[in-house]
T-cell receptor, first 115, second 119 residues
Framework: NAGVTQTPKFRVLKTGQSMTLLCAQD?????MYWYRQDPGMGLRLIHY???????AKGEVPDGYNVSRLKKQNFLLGLESAAPSQTSVYFC??????????????FGQGTRLTVV | AQKITQTQPGMFVQEKEAVTLDCTYD???????LFWYKQPSSGEMIFLIY??????QNATEGRYSLNFQKARKSANLVISASQLGDSAMYFC????????????????FGAGTQVVVTP
């Protein structure tokens, strides 16, 4: 089982460059999330999606855009990278339904450095 | 506003002892779910335990139990009989909202508590 796959695993960008992080899940989950993790800050929600074609802002959406054109994929874009976006990025997905007991499954993370 | 608060940045605990990790949350919804995750130094996120807002019993999963005090809006994780392999960062998280609210599906995390288990 692949679960949640993030690509790439590592990336170094120059300030002002753009890039897209891809998250793919094979569990037919409705919910998908993008987080960033910085030391001492925990996981902060960037954007999330509750279904194909939907996106919503999280706690720290500025400087990022997302798209969910296909149910299994959730893309995170950085249009003009800044050093403040140096972080570890995690994607997660979970199923939905009447029960709230829907744990999120996480990808392995992407370590992004902006120089 | 911070939705999930974990006030203990770090804790030391001796092997075989129990440890309680604090978590308080803020929501006006009646329907929500609370989760605990473990992140070892290798970086992966491991789901530990879940508590629903309507669950009358405290959740338990092996050595993990959740002390859920709804009126206080707290969901503390108790790890019994600590093992060296329990050394990790622990995160509390909440998913709130019914499908009729703007925030449904949103899953937010606290800042985490670093636990170090000593021999």
């Amino acid at each position: 089982n692949a679960g949640v796959t993030q690509t790439p695993k590592f990336r170094v960008l120059k300030t002002g460059q753009s890039m897209t992080l891809l998250c793919a899940q094979d569990m037919n989950h409705e919910y998908m999330y993008w987080y960033r993790q910085d030391p001492g800050m925990g996981l902060r929600l960037i954007h999330y999606s509750v279904g194909e074609g939907t996106t919503a802002k999280g706690e720290v959406p500025d400087g990022y855009n997302v798209s969910r054109l296909k149910k299994q994929n959730f893309l995170l874009g950085l249009e003009s990278a800044a050093p403040s976006q140096t972080s570890v990025y995690f994607c997660a997905s979970s199923r939905t339904g009447g029960s709230m007991n829907t744990e999120a499954f996480f990808g392995q993370g992407t370590r992004l450095t902006v120089v | 506003a911070q939705k999930i608060t974990q006030t203990q940045p770090g804790m030391f605990v001796q092997e075989k002892e129990a440890v309680t990790l604090d978590c308080t949350y803020d929501t006006s919804d009646q329907s929500y779910g609370l989760f605990w995750y473990k992140q070892p130094s290798s970086g992966e996120m491991i789901f530990l335990i879940y508590q629903g807002s309507y669950d009358e019993q405290n959740a338990t999963e092996g050595r993990y139990s959740l002390n859920f005090q709804k009126a206080r809006k707290s969901a503390n994780l108790v790890i019994s009989a600590s093992q060296l392999g329990d050394s990790a960062m622990y995160f509390c998280a909440m998913r709130e909202g019914r499908e009729t609210t703007d925030s449904w599906g949103k899953l937010q995390f606290g800042a985490g508590t670093q636990v170090v288990v000593t021999p």
